[in-house]
Nanobody, 124 residues
Framework: QVHLVESGGGLVQSGGSLRLSCAAS????????MGWYRQAPGQQRQLVAT???????KYGDFVKGRFTISRDGANNLVYLQMNSLQPEDTAVYYC??????????????????WGQGSQVTVSS
């Protein structure tokens, strides 16, 4: 069983910054990629940023250099530094771990996992 625990969301004024953190725990042997997605009310979940084990990154078009994703591979942590936040960034932000390899009772398994979500609200 793999658990993802997010922290760092909250309320911030327009132009402010927040840093999200996500920790993956369980009998993990490797994680291919970790990332962040967001979902605003009435909208589909969209990619914010992902980072692979080799530190290759991908960002959503709307990020425009405002956000930075980083990863502590040894401790299965991923961070999202968000600067110049705007009201349109208001959403629930979800952490995702992709192709997580675990070993349970001597058996290897692989799967994707999501965190519970962290609310980010940006006031104008």
């Amino acid at each position: 069983q793999v658990h993802l625990v997010e922290s760092g969301g909250g309320l911030v004024q327009s132009g402010g910054s927040l840093r999200l953190s996500c920790a993956a725990s369980g009998f993990i042997t490797s994680i291919y990629a970790m990332g962040w997605y967001r979902q605003a009310p009435g909208q589909q979940r969209q990619l914010v940023a992902t980072i692979t084990a080799r530190r290759s990154t991908k960002y959503g078009d709307f990020v425009k250099g405002r956000f930075t994703i980083s990863r502590d591979g040894a401790n299965n942590l991923v961070y999202l530094q968000m600067n110049s936040l705007q009201p349109e960034d208001t959403a629930v932000y979800y952490c995702k771990a992709e192709k997580v390899r675990t070993i349970v009772d001597g058996n290897f398994r692989s799967g994707d996992y999501w965190g519970q979500g962290s609310q980010v609200t940006v006031s104008s």
